[in-house]
Structures are given as structure tokens and as C-alpha cells.
């Protein structure tokens, strides 16, 4: 890394790299300070961050619960199957315009493309989860008298779980790709604007910088989640 | 004392066959007309060659699998669908990942909706009757193989159920925990009022714990013999049961129904075997 960075910078000072078209570890940091000192990189982590949190919270939550709720019926799973499966294959931006013409430029846009990206990984991953329950655990439940929504409760969700978890980790650069996308789009802040109008001004500096601030917050929400998990699944550390 | 012919019938079986794969074009017939009867208070036990079909069996009479042709009955209703209310225990523990041993053990006491509180501490006395208290509040995958065994006969038995289907539960377990459970399985039955339906490959476990065993041949299965069990001890002690006289015997011609393809040499093991057992005990 080190030894990368030197030498980018050492190639950009000796004119063998073109600072115009790559930039440089130098002017990125001056653009990480500068960002930092006028507080305008905050702002647009700030407001990418809460596009990206709102959706990957909604998401999740719709996709889970979707997930979930096919297996406990076939009917709705036979229903939504090959509208999911059409959602799942649709590149979600793709369906920017409609979500820019429907929801606006503000908050709601973003959120909804974080949500759509984030939706069908969750959905499929609370279903797969759903039906990795084992069978012969659903028949003890049985055996001792449960009803179905005690078997769903009691070991179908737990068992789906590990698969919801999975889930949770793609599903950070999936919301995070909705809001930037949606950002690109439309809008006048966040770090998805910011990349853009940068790009557009062929100010890689500020570009980089930005992308740095976009690792920043995609790690923070994996480890958020990694120590969620943890949180819910105490059993899991004793196995690993 | 009610005559034997007399009592209820707890779980039966009536002329059940079962083909596996008949979509397919090799179809398997697995069962072929298996009929028996576990009468109130019985210890039933089926003993067979590996791939006789004696587990489907059991995965019939709890209604995971529907067969071909015939009628099962649990406590004297047909089996449709998911059996319920019964004791159930196979050679995998089945102790959920995610909950700890004692509320493993509180798991039926919550499907039935017993208070939590209450719960637990009747949880507690079964916990300490199978030797595991101080584990209450370790996850399975941090147990012992014969520990979650145990842990799973809490489990089953803290419901007191009247019918218990047990597949192989002891199978994977070292020799002496094996008899420990075995123990701890027979006075539990003993001490309540239950009918046993017992599968097992292994013929001095059969004997020991049993009132009957029924032999079924290789594939596709029947019940080629079936035999009262008399022995004169404590049949709560497996280690007596096996030192009874006329156990031997008992074991010797249930081998020679199984069909498994023993030499002379491998009889002359086995009759050995049981001398060193009898010289260890």
C-alpha cells in the first residue's frame, strides 16, 4: 500500500504519471482536509449515510419479512416468485427515472433505489434461509405438539438467521450502490453528487477523496452488522 | 393385571408398503406389508439389516413421509400429515444450535405453554436426574456427543409422553454411555406408563431393553420372525439384562435371522466378545 501510494506520488512529481488524468495521493489528501475542515465531506457522508441506512433498513426488512412469509406459504410463494425473480434481474438504474419521476429529487429518491437494490438479495436470502431449516427439527416441533407458527417461530427463523446475516453483509454495497446511483441521478449533496460534479470537472482529487469517504461508511456499516451478529447469534462464535 | 391381548393398542402399523422413487423408472420397494401392534406399556423393539427400510418405519408414524399403501395409527388415530404428541428421539439429537441446554430442555414445556419460571425449574430437576446440571447454560456445540444424547432424553422425557418412537438414539455414543442411557431410557419407561417403538441394528440392545422384538429381512422389508423377550433380572440394568440366562440365546438366533453374512470366524468374535463382556462385568 505504502509502496503504491510512494510511488503514484513519486510518478506524478517526475511528470511519468499524468496528475490531470489520475490525480495524486497528495492532492487527495488535500482534498480529504479541506473536506475535513470545512465540514463538507461530513455533510455528504452525512447525507449518504442516512440514504444508504434508511434503505438498507427498509430493504432488509421488507425482504426478510417477504422471505419469510413465502415460506410459510406456498401460495404466496408460488404468487411473488417470478415477480421477484423479474425485480432480481432488472439493473436497478434501470428503474432511476421512474424512482426520480415518482418519489423527487430529495431524501425519498435514494432511499427507494437503496431499498429496491437492497430488497430482492434480502428477500432471497430470508427464503433460502427459510427452507435450510431442517426438516427433522420441524418434526421434533411437531412431535411435541407445536403448531405451525410455533415451528416458523421457534426454529424456522432461527435456522434462517445465519442466511438473513449473509444477507446483511452484501446487502451494505447493495444500499450503498442505490443511494450513489440515485445520487448520480439527481441531486444537489452526498458523496454520490460530489463524485459526479468532480468527475465532470475532472477533479480526480476530490473524486478519490470522496470515494475514501464511500469505503469509510460501507465499513462502518459491515462492522455494525458483524457485531449485530454476534449480538443475536452468541452460539455462533462457540462453533467457529 | 389386564390380559396382554387386551390392552390398547398405542401404535400400529397395518400392512404398510412403500416404494421410493416410483416417478422414477427404477422404482424401490422398500416396505413390503409391515403389520405390528405396540400395546399400552410395551417396549417394542425392530431390529434389522442396515437399508431394511426400519427407519422409514418411524419416519411414517410421524408423518414426515406417506406410504405407498396401508394405515398407520398413533394412540388410536390415523396418521395424516405431522404426527403429534409423542416422544421423539433419533440418532442425531436434534438440540437446536441456538438455544442454550436448558431451554433445549424447556422447548415442549413452551410449545405447551407452560410459564417460563415454571418451566425452568422443572427443567432444572431433569437436568440434574440426567447428570447435567452446571451445563444449563452452555450452548450444544459446546457438549459431548453422549452429553447432548442426554440432554436430548431430557428433553423428550420432561413432556412424559405415553408414546415414544426412538430411532437408534444411542447408536453414535461410546459402549458405557450407551449403557447408562440405556439405563436411564428403561427406568423412565418403567417408572411411567409408556409403549416403546424402538429401531436399532444393534441385537443386545434390542434384547435387553425389549418385552418383543421383530426381525425384519434385508430389502424390501418384512417381519420375518418375532420374538418375546423373557429374561429373569432387572431389566432396568442393561449390564444384568446382558449377564441374564437365556440372553445369549435370545442374541445368537436374532443374528442368525438377520442374515447378515457372518463366517464361522466372525461367530467365534462375537461369542468371545460376549465372554469378555461377561468378564469385564
Excluded at chain 1, 495521493?25 to 444508504?52: A, N, Q, R
Excluded at chain 1, 411435541?144 to 446483511?168: E, H, N
Excluded at chain 1, 445520487?183 to 460534479?197: D, P, Q, R, T, V
Excluded at chain 2, 447428570?131 to 457438549?143: I, N, Q, R, V
Aim: charged share 20%; with cysteine.
Amino acid at each position: 500500500m505504502v509502496i503504491v501510494l510512494g510511488a503514484w506520488e513519486y510518478g506524478v512529481r517526475t511528470g511519468v504519471i499524468n496528475a490531470f488524468l489520475f490525480g495524486s495521493p497528495s492532492g487527495t489528501w488535500h482534498f480529504l482536509v479541506k473536506g475535513t475542515v470545512d465540514g463538507s465531506i461530513f455533510h455528504d457522508m452525512y447525507i449518504t449515510s442516512e440514504e444508504t441506512a434508511l434503505g438498507f433498513l427498509l430493504g432488509n426488512a421488507l425482504g426478510a419479512t417477504l422471505g419469510l412469509a413465502l415460506w410459510y406459504s406456498p401460495f404466496l410463494e408460488k404468487l411473488f416468485t417470478p415477480f421477484i425473480l423479474a425485480l432480481g434481474s432488472i439493473p436497478i438504474i434501470a428503474l432511476a427515472p421512474l424512482v426520480i419521476v415518482w418519489a423527487g429529487t430529495g431524501l425519498a429518491s435514494k432511499v427507494l433505489m437503496s431499498t429496491l437494490s437492497v430488497v430482492v438479495v434480502a428477500l432471497l436470502a430470508a427464503f433460502d434461509g427459510a427452507r435450510s431449516a431442517d426438516p427433522l427439527e420441524i418434526n421434533l416441533l411437531y412431535s411435541m405438539g407445536a403448531r405451525k407458527w410455533q415451528v416458523f417461530r421457534l426454529v424456522v427463523v432461527p435456522s434462517s438467521l445465519t442466511y438473513i446475516f449473509s444477507g446483511l453483509k452484501l446487502a451494505v454495497g447493495f444500499a450503498l450502490i442505490g443511494a450513489i446511483i440515485g445520487e448520480f441521478i439527481s441531486s444537489s449533496e452526498g458523496l454520490g453528487h460530489a463524485i459526479f460534479i468532480a468527475g465532470n470537472l475532472y477533479n480526480i482529487p476530490k473524486v478519490f477523496a470522496s470515494l475514501l469517504a464511500t469505503i469509510a461508511i460501507a465499513l462502518a456499516f459491515v462492522y455494525v452488522v458483524g457485531r449485530l451478529e454476534r449480538l443475536l447469534m452468541p452460539w455462533r462464535k462457540l462453533s467457529s | 393385571m389386564v390380559a396382554e391381548s387386551q390392552r390398547v393398542v398405542k401404535i400400529e402399523i397395518r400392512n404398510v408398503s412403500m416404494v421410493f422413487g416410483d416417478d422414477t423408472d427404477q422404482p424401490t420397494l422398500v416396505l413390503d406389508d409391515v403389520s405390528l401392534q405396540v400395546r399400552d406399556g410395551e417396549f417394542v423393539t425392530v431390529v434389522g439389516p442396515s437399508g431394511c427400510g426400519k427407519s422409514t418405519l418411524l419416519n411414517l408414524l410421524s408423518g414426515l413421509i406417506a406410504p405407498t399403501s396401508g394405515h398407520l395409527f398413533l394412540d388410536g388415530k390415523e396418521v395424516v400429515g405431522a404426527s403429534k404428541n409423542y416422544g421423539y428421539m433419533l440418532q442425531r439429537d436434534l438440540l437446536l444450535d441456538w438455544r442454550t441446554i436448558q431451554s433445549n430442555v424447556t422447548l415442549g414445556l413452551e410449545v405447551r405453554g407452560m410459564p417460563k419460571q415454571e418451566a425452568r425449574a422443572l427443567a432444572q430437576k431433569y437436568l440434574k436426574f440426567y447428570g447435567l446440571d452446571g451445563y444449563e447454560h452452555k450452548y450444544p456445540s459446546e457438549l459431548s456427543g453422549g452429553m447432548r444424547q442426554r440432554a436430548a432424553l431430557a428433553r423428550t422425557m420432561i413432556l412424559n409422553p405415553n408414546i415414544l418412537l426412538l430411532d437408534e438414539p444411542f447408536v453414535a455414543l461410546d459402549f458405557q454411555t450407551k449403557l447408562v442411557l440405556e439405563s436411564e431410557l428403561a427406568k423412565s419407561v418403567a417408572a411411567g406408563r409408556r409403549s416403546v417403538l424402538f429401531i436399532t441394528h444393534d441385537v443386545e440392545e434390542a434384547v435387553s431393553l425389549s418385552d418383543r422384538v421383530l426381525v425384519m429381512s434385508k430389502r424390501p422389508g418384512r417381519i420375518k420372525a418375532v420374538h418375546e423377550i423373557h429374561l429373569e433380572c432387572d431389566r432396568t440394568d442393561p449390564v444384568s439384562a446382558r449377564n441374564a440366562p437365556g440372553f445369549g440365546d435370545y442374541v445368537t438366533t436374532i443374528w442368525k435371522q438377520l442374515e447378515i453374512q457372518t463366517s464361522a470366524l466372525d461367530m467365534e468374535i462375537l461369542k468371545s466378545l460376549n465372554l469378555a463382556e461377561d468378564i469385564a462385568s
